[in-house]
């Protein structure tokens, strides 16, 4: 099996390191514009894997070298220009790098599973759909499992339950206006919300991503780890259920637009898209993200 990861940014050589510790696939190559960056990563994740017991190939290339991947995660950005920036300022900018790449990974692996990083996350599904003209199933963007497993962390803490066993999406848009699925929320059956310590969490949750960025400028391991959920789920079929930006099929009137809903994922990609029964007021913030991200969309169409 072959997955490629584009850009060896911080995250996208978090992801490749996160891939070392844990060799699923045969062959893993790492594309950069920089081919001198994506080398020097792949002779020192090489030198990392003789402590893993692994016989997985760690390579560095061109697009070209890209050519028959099954998975290939993307992750090329522009840098934020000022301090107090949003996702969607990114927009603009990754929609130009998307263009000048996504095309032709897309022609020299026409059947791979793509895994969209790059922000604004849901925007960029939804572009790269456009831009491959793969099957929608076949594209995921990473979307709020980022944000799920912060928000499963901290009721963690709270409720002192692994969180593993904690059932809890944050849905929706992967940026200000996503929301917490309260009303779906469980661990072994008991539904623990509504309560003020919950929404107290989720509030906390959606600036987490901002904290972190704050202290050390970027976020680079949990996203990373989440990416390697969805690549696990991939290569070994195993149809996990998570929070991933994907086309909606018009759930609650929805569609035309990519957002977070709890799919499954497997070999082909996303298998299904789950409809979790909200209440009205997340039915409502469900729109509203749609609404939100359509704009952007929109804007990058003009
Ligand atoms: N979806 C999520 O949950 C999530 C979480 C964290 C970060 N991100 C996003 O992931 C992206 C990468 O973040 P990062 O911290 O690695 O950024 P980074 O600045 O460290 O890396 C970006 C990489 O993109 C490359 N690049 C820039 N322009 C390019 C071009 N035209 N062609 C090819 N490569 C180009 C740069 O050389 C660099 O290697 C950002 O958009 C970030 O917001 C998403």
Known sequence: MKFSIVGMGRVGSAIAFAATMEPIVSELWLINRSIEKAEGDA??????????????????????????????VFTPSVSPTRADWKRQDLAIGNRDILEQWLPRLAELSPNAVLIMVTN????????????????????????TLVDSIRYRSLLSNELKIHADDI????????????????????????????????RRLFRETVNLGYEVYNRKGYTNYGIALATMTIVDSIVYDLRHTMPVSVLVDGFLGVKDVCLSLPAVIGREGVTRILHPPLSDDEAEAFRNCAAKVRDTIDLLEQ
Request: charged share 15%; hydrophobic share 40%; glycine share 10%.
């Open 120 to 143: 604004p996350v849901d925007v960029m599904t939804y572009a790269a759909i456009r831009l491959t003209g793969f099957p929608p199933q076949r594209v995921i963007g990473t979307g």
């Open 167 to 198: 059932r809890a999406y944050i849905l929706g848009e992967h940026g200000d206006d996503q929301f917490a699925a309260y009303s779906v929320a469980m661990t072994g059956g008991e539904k623990f919300f509504p309560s003020e310590t919950a």
């Open 43 to 72: 002779m020192d994740l090489t030198h990392a894997s003789v402590l893993r017991n692994s016989n997985m190939t760690i390579q560095a290339g061109m697009v070209e070298d890209s050519a028959g991947s099954d998975v290939i």
